[in-house]
């Protein structure tokens, strides 16, 4: 029986589409569904053009009642009876009630070496720091924002004449590698970190 997956976007989906591309033949995942919180997320239609069930749950109309938009959120999850959730540039903050709720079973791609740079803007911060190298991670979504147990790093050198947009663009192709080898792992329940290059 396959695990099932579905992953949470926010934007263009690339990570998406290398996760989606990744689970075909003998890997024990497949893709059930992909959700935007914003019903324009160009990741949609690459989603609907790969055959996967789309939904999208507009976040605005909530404000800031999280656990509203949270529990539209979690209808549509549970009828998909994801086994793993992975967050792929889904750029809203989860509640530790969702966390909880999905108890260990969500991960999330974030573009800096963690436990640095948490939060936003994590390519200029490594520069403006002089930092020599810079990368993503792959991790388990606990209550605290990008802070859970690492599952893979990808890490390559910061060139003197990098701006954020270079790097970022030098970066996401590692992002497409390093996430379907952690799901990979993940859903066979081997939490062994993968490490590229
Ligand atoms: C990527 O840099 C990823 O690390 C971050 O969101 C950005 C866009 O991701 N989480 P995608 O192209 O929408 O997958």
Known sequence: MKKRVAIL???????????????TGDH?????LVL???????????AQDMGIKTAAIDHRPFGNDRHAFEAKLTAALTDAQP?????AGFMRVLTSEFVDHWNRRILNI????????KGLHTHSRAIQAGDSHAGCSVHM??????????LGQAKLAIRPDDTPDTLAQRILPYEHKLYPQVLRRFVVDDQTPVILP
Do not use: E, F, Q, W
């Open 28 to 32: 024990p995942a497949r893709p059930v």
């Open 36 to 46: 935007a919180n914003d019903p324009t997320a160009g990741g949609l239609k690459k």
């Open 9 to 23: 976007i926010s934007g263009g989906g690339s990570n998406m589409v290398a996760l989606v591309k990744s689970m």
């Open 83 to 87: 086994d793993v959730i992975c967050l």
């Open 141 to 150: 979504v606990t209550a605290k924002l990008d802070d859970g147990p690492i």
């Open 110 to 117: 974030h573009p800096s070496l963690l436990p640095k740079y």
